[in-house]
């Protein structure tokens, strides 16, 4: 039902795209995050939530149609629904139905509920393309609670040493975690690019706390013992040194790891994710009843070797998916 391409993930009989990332006729894109919405595409498919990310990132003009979840829609004779991914708002999970035979592509996703998206939906499917970012039983996140909790004690500590508490978390999905997360904490000042997919979930009729956007160009003296909420590609640019006694922290699920931390030289790491850690990864393929698995991009040969070990068929494929949290590569974005 579906080939492994040079352009993405290929449905034969449907004739579509899976977040391809060359250009190609029809795209069904399971969330806005730029590795797997490109532009180029004669036409978009997505849920209706992405639609406005889309229009953002890629382009007004662009050609998009927007679907609900479980709303299932035929293509060439092929049955095609979205069901949720847990991942960001708009995530979704692409379930494809053929001559009898299921096959589900999870794109981006996360078990842990956090209040912004809708849960993980689990599906049950003969085949499952599965992610793998944080594919190693060293990623295991603790519960939501605790990890809001651990944000406003470094905050708190901050605020007694008169610091400022600057966090990092990428513009789409986790900036609006953490902006929920810390919201009682006092005013939060964001940067434009974070205030504008804002939007996006206002418009969507998701409620986000109240919050001030800033410009670093400007004066900062007031932010002293404020908290600032800022895009991973301020880190290593004079701006965000014109902020007063700041101590910095990133938000990342590659802060499970301490490594990762000092390699950026950051004052705290938080293991936030907006994906699965291994326990999650797990729970999706086995509640999946899959009979095939194919892991792609993150830790595939661990994941994907783990899963024949317990009897589970599983292939590593190679794709050109990033990681949106990928403290090597992610800082280079700076618009939404």
């Not at 806005?32 to 209706?48: F, I, P, Q, R, V």
């Not at 494809?96 to 939906?121: N, W």
């Not at 003969?126 to 060293?138: A, D, K, R, Y």
């Not at 940067?191 to 004066?219: C, F, R, W």
């Amino acid at each position: 039902m579906i080939q492994f391409t040079s352009k993405g993930i290929y449905c034969i009989p449907g004739n579509f795209y899976l977040d391809p990332w060359q250009p190609v006729d029809l795209a069904i894109i399971t969330h806005g995050h730029a590795d797997h919405a490109h532009l180029g595409m004669k036409n978009y498919l997505c849920h209706h939530s992405t639609v406005g990310i889309l229009q953002r990132r890629i382009g007004r003009d662009i050609q998009v149609q927007g679907v609900a979840y479980n709303d299932p829609i035929h293509i060439n004779g092929v049955k095609v629904s979205l069901h949720p991914a847990g991942h960001i708002i708009g995530s979704a999970q692409v379930r494809i139905e053929y001559k009898g035979k299921v096959l589900v592509f999870t794109g981006d996703y996360k078990l842990q509920d956090d209040g912004l998206s809708i849960p993980f939906e689990p599906i049950q499917c003969h085949e499952l393309i599965t992610e793998s970012t944080f594919g190693l039983p060293i990623y295991r996140w603790d519960p939501i609670t605790t990890q809001n909790d651990r944000l406003k004690n470094w905050i708190l500590s901050n605020q007694s040493n008169k610091k400022t508490s600057v966090l990092i978390g990428y513009s789409l999905g986790k900036s609006q975690r953490i902006l929920n997360a810390v919201a009682d904490m006092g005013t939060v000042y964001v940067h434009e690019s974070i205030a504008k997919l804002n939007e996006v979930y206002t418009n969507e009729g998701i409620k986000l706390p109240s919050y001030q956007v800033i410009d670093l160009k400007m004066d900062t003296k007031h932010l002293e013992r404020q908290i600032v909420l800022l895009p991973p590609a301020l880190l290593d640019t004079r701006l965000i040194q014109k902020i007063p006694s700041l101590a910095y922290a990133i938000c990342s699920g590659w802060m499970q790891i301490r490594g990762a931390r000092r390699w950026r030289s950051a004052d705290a790491g938080f293991p936030i994710s907006d994906h699965a850690d291994w326990d999650g990864l797990l729970q999706a393929v086995r509640e999946s009843n899959a009979e095939k698995v194919y892991v792609t991009h993150g830790q595939t040969a661990v994941f994907a070797k783990y899963l024949n070990e317990i009897g589970i068929q599983a292939e590593e494929v190679k794709t050109d998916f990033g990681n949106e949290e990928d403290i090597q590569t992610v800082f280079t974005e700076t618009q939404p």
